[in-house]
């Protein structure tokens, strides 16, 4: 059993990050997320993305730099490191989906020093693309992306 970790620990270190590799760009329009995390059960939200909206929290954020993207399968592997007045936060994220129709975001949040005792936190996004009018999402629902 010893040896069969070993051997899926290596290769899967031993795929090397594709250079210039982009991220998946979710479908502009009205998406159903639904997120489920420890700290706050299952939520499920209707909002407007568009097309410039990463799929990845932290991207493009002055304070965080994207450290590795790796592609396995139809699996990304994404890491996005953050700066804040609390200290480091370490963003792994795995995707999944056509992002035309449906996408997974599976995170762990890792927090250095911890904030409030908390070292790390999990959460899974779900999405569901509903269509191109965003005319029926409510503002105040649709404030995360």
Known sequence: MR???FCLAAFFFAVPAI???PLPVRKAGHWQLTTVAETVGMKTFDTCITAADPVVTGVGDKNCHVS???VLGDERYVDV???TDEGKETT???LTGDF???YRAMSKITFDPPQNGVSHMGVTIDGKY???DCSSVNASSGSAK
């Open 81 to 83: 490191v953050c700066r």
């Open 19 to 21: 250079a210039g590799t």
């Open 68 to 70: 590795d993207v790796r």
């Open 3 to 5: 040896l069969i970790s």
């Open 100 to 102: 035309q129709t449906w």
């Open 92 to 94: 792994s994220t795995v």
């Open 130 to 132: 509903v269509g191109a």
